[in-house]
């Protein structure tokens, strides 16, 4: 019963009050540069999830089983890691669900580059559960990925419904394109800071 | 003459943050106070320089099908000397950096010389794009550090300049403030550039 606490906190926290793109300001370059769509924000969404995901447990074991004595190899290793899991996924779901392949195919060799994906590795290694001194297990870990990559989507696919929208407005042209994306994503960090209130 | 013009285009004409919008993450987080902005931009232009001149060195003999893999090793093992000596030498700054600094391998800056530069150049025009470039990300973190420093705190560089009557205004060196600096900036930058042409 706790535990379905636990997993509640680490949702709260990866979703809503600490945010990777508007309070921890990872991963803006593809926030910026997808968010133009509706069906491509939701298309790179599912693959960072997807990405995050895995990366998050599997950096788990090569950090806990691995790297013990070879701290210093840290960064080293995430990055490889997430390199060769994004081909290798690519490769999977190319020969196994073409569909699939068709509709993500595109964003995956982007995500190597997607700070979110690297900074959760990094995060879950210095993680601890809401008591302060429990450093996250595996399946927290694995959860937090998976939470954070959902967090990054809603806020992905809220910018996007926003700036399809943008598009039917006249704007001053200095205005368009990359300044009021950002301004648009300061106004919703500001909303997704009233829940940093929020004691979990 | 080349040399030069390398290391000039950084700054203004191909300034990665404002022209090329790269690497957006790291501006946006640390320009808390200029003395991060300063911390970061000298760590990202000693990793720009170093896998600039390593990747132009060893441009011939790498698989260009794996060339991607290759640099971005490169690059991880200069971020992870900079992380130790950083953490070494400087610890506050490293602590403000925080996760930031690992993160400087994935910063689009670096892997985007490596790539669009020094993978075709020599070792000399490498290194004055990396330097260029480099500096021009200081040069533009250091700007936006400056707004909201400013704002935010009242001082700059740790010095007070504003006023004692003047209530900081917080927000500005909170998330939403480096977004909507950002954001005012580069309509700035749109405006003058529209004036001009």
Known sequence: MTYIGEIFVIAMSAIFIQNFLLSRFLGLCPFLGVST?????FGMGMAVIFVMTLTASITYLINVYLLGPYAYLQTIAFILTIAALVQFVEMVIQKNAPALYKSLGVYLPLITTNCAVLGVAILNTTAVRSDG???YNFLDSTLNGFFSGVGFTVVLLAMAGIRQRLGLVTLPKYMRGMPIALILAGIMALAFYGFMGFKL | MRFFYEIVKGLIKENPMFVLVLGTCPTLAVSTSVIN??????????VVICSNIIISLIKDIVPSSIRIP?????????VSVVD??????LPPLHKALGIFIPLIVVNCVILGRAEAFASKNNVLYSLADGLGMGMGATLSLTIVATIREIL????????RVMPNSYEPMLVAILAPGAFFTLGFLMALMNRLKEKRS
């Open chain 1, 133 to 135: 001194v429990t450093p």
């Open chain 2, 37 to 46: 902005a300063l911390g970061m931009g000298a760590a990202v232009t000693f």
């Open chain 2, 152 to 159: 935010g705190s009242g001082t700059w560089l740790g010095i």
């Open chain 1, 37 to 41: 769509k509706i069906d491509s924000a």
């Open chain 2, 70 to 78: 290759i640099f971005i090793v490169v690059i991880a093992a200069f």
């Open chain 2, 84 to 89: 130790m000596t950083m953490a070494a030498f």
